[in-house]
């Protein structure tokens, strides 16, 4: 399928060439999305750099879960580009003879999803599944890791996130916490480059917000690539290389935590904190 290049992400000006080794891991450049006559997303341009933290705060309805759906392509931009690791994601890299730009196929872009894990509010666990077997799933039937190799990962993953002795439970067994740190666990399964949390610890008592935001700490120091959406300033603070602050659909300001949290430019922002702080 081809799309007329004035509506598409590859409309953005090309950037100039740099060096691979240099650039960010995540580039977006003039990003637009609009439902219908809802414009959600306004001109956003945004870079997050290998082992990088970038964490987005801003009030709900600001763009910033449609931003994270639109990296991991469960949106589809209205126009500006999106690149991970160099490869512009949904497109093919070049126009075709007559300038339109296509589409890749269904099958190339769950090939480029798979490189991004996602953690949404809701866990989504299969019900049906134990923990251990929520894990194992996409290993299995996505990549045709074999089970043997597939649980012997997945045991290691739910030891890294601290339920090891949870592997047979069911979600309905386990607490809203553990649910999460499963769900975190399953995404890590698919060895993905990035990782992307839209507000993760927004549908847990407040008792089981840390359990989450632990496991969250220590993949930062692990050198894990992530975007957080999240409303937990303690965290962006301590962890966050970047805070991005989003409202009406557009990037206002963006920097590390010292700048944005402790010295805000913009009124709006500062409204926002003294109603989160």
């Given at each position: 399928m081809t799309q007329d290049p004035a509506s598409t992400p590859q409309a953005a000006a090309a950037p100039a060439e740099t060096d691979p080794a240099q650039a960010p891991l995540i580039q977006i450049e003039g990003l637009h999305k609009a439902f219908g006559?809802?414009?959600?997303l306004r001109g956003?341009?945004?870079s997050v750099r290998e082992g990088e933290v970038t964490v987005l705060i801003g009030p709900s309805g600001?763009?910033?879960s449609t931003l994270l759906r639109c990296i991991n392509q469960l949106e589809e931009p209205t126009a500006g580009r999106i690149r991970i690791g160099g490869i512009t994601q949904g497109y093919a890299e070049k126009p075709l003879a007559d300038g339109r730009w296509q589409r890749l196929r269904p099958r190339e872009i769950a090939a480029q999803r798979s490189r991004v894990g996602m953690v949404f509010q809701r866990f989504n666990l299969f019900p049906h599944l134990t923990a251990l077997g929520n894990v194992m799933e996409a290993p299995v039937q996505v990549r045709g890791i074999s089970t043997a190799d597939a649980e012997s990962r997945a045991r290691e993953?739910?030891?890294?996130?601290?339920l090891a002795d949870r592997a047979d439970h069911y979600p309905s067994e386990l607490s809203g916490g553990q649910q999460?740190?499963?769900a975190i666990a399953r995404a890590?399964?698919?060895?993905?480059?990035?990782?992307?949390?839209?507000e993760p610890t927004s549908a847990l008592d407040p008792e089981l917000v840390a359990e989450v935001l632990t496991v969250l700490k220590d993949l930062a120091e692990g050198g894990m690539t992530m975007?957080?959406?999240?409303?937990?300033?303690?965290?962006?603070r301590e962890v966050a290389d970047n805070v991005v602050f989003m409202a009406d659909g557009e990037i206002?300001?963006?920097?590390?935590p010292s700048q944005v949290i402790e010295h805000p430019r913009s009124d709006r922002l500062k409204g926002f904190l003294d109603s989160v702080l």
């Open positions: 006559d809802l414009h959600v956003n341009d945004l600001s763009g910033k993953l739910l030891d890294r996130v601290g999460q740190r499963v890590l399964a698919m060895d993905p480059e990035l990782m992307l949390f839209d975007v957080v959406v999240t409303h937990e300033m303690g965290f962006a206002l300001e963006q920097g590390p």
